[in-house]
């Protein structure tokens, strides 16, 4: 059963195969083959790849000291990773500072923000993720 996508392969010897190419030089592959329960058992810690991007309002908001922020970075075939970008501004477009700036793999990531790090004044701002080409922006209270 191929896990993300819940598709079931009947594989008899020789049916499927996996080509290496210049990208992806080394390709792994782990079988489990058994009944749904033994194949959940074996595979209990694997997570699915998220296939697309997602980004959660921040928790708690508004904000008196930490907030956290959920957020997906889809499967890209053509890139193992993509530049992940968070900003914070004001109400009026001013960068108020960048918390992330790394290259990350598709994946499901949580980051964490101790606002008394920052320069934030009591009010409204906005977050602005972006992944690759995807992005998405929130708004954040704070309260100190």
Same mark, same amino acid.
């Given at each position: 059963m191929d896990l993300?996508?819940?598709?079931?392969?009947?594989?008899?010897?020789?049916?499927?195969?996996?080509?290496?190419?210049?990208?992806?030089?080394?390709? +792994?592959?782990?079988?489990?083959?058994?009944? +749904?329960?033994?194949?959940? %058992?074996?595979?209990?810690?694997?997570?699915?790849?998220?296939? !697309?991007?997602?980004?959660?309002?921040?928790? $708690?908001? $508004?904000?008196?000291?930490?907030?956290?922020?959920?957020?997906?970075? $889809?499967?890209?075939?053509? %890139?193992?990773?993509?530049?992940?970008?968070?900003?914070?501004?004001?109400?009026?477009?001013?960068?108020?500072?960048?918390?992330? !700036?790394?290259?990350?793999?598709?994946?499901?990531?949580?980051?964490?923000?101790?606002?008394?790090?920052?320069?934030?004044?009591?009010?409204?701002?906005?977050?602005?993720?972006?992944?690759?080409?995807?992005?998405? +922006?929130?708004?954040?209270?704070?309260?100190?």
């Amino acid at each position: 059963m191929d896990l993300s996508s819940g598709t079931k392969w009947n594989i008899r010897k020789g049916d499927y195969g996996v080509a290496a190419s210049k990208e992806y030089p080394i390709v +792994s592959l782990n079988l489990v083959i058994g009944t +749904s329960s033994y194949i959940h %058992k074996m595979t209990g810690n694997l997570k699915p790849v998220p296939m !697309e991007f997602f980004v959660s309002r921040n928790y $708690p908001n $508004p904000v008196r000291n930490i907030t956290q922020i959920n957020y997906t970075i $889809p499967y890209n075939a053509s %890139k193992l990773h993509v530049p992940v970008n968070l900003s914070i501004y004001t109400m009026s477009g001013r960068k108020v500072t960048t918390i992330l !700036e790394q290259s990350k793999p598709a994946g499901y990531y949580t980051i964490f923000i101790d606002i008394s790090k920052y320069p934030f004044a009591s009010g409204t701002y906005i977050y602005r993720l972006s992944a690759g080409k995807h992005w998405k +922006s929130q708004i954040m209270q704070v309260v100190k």
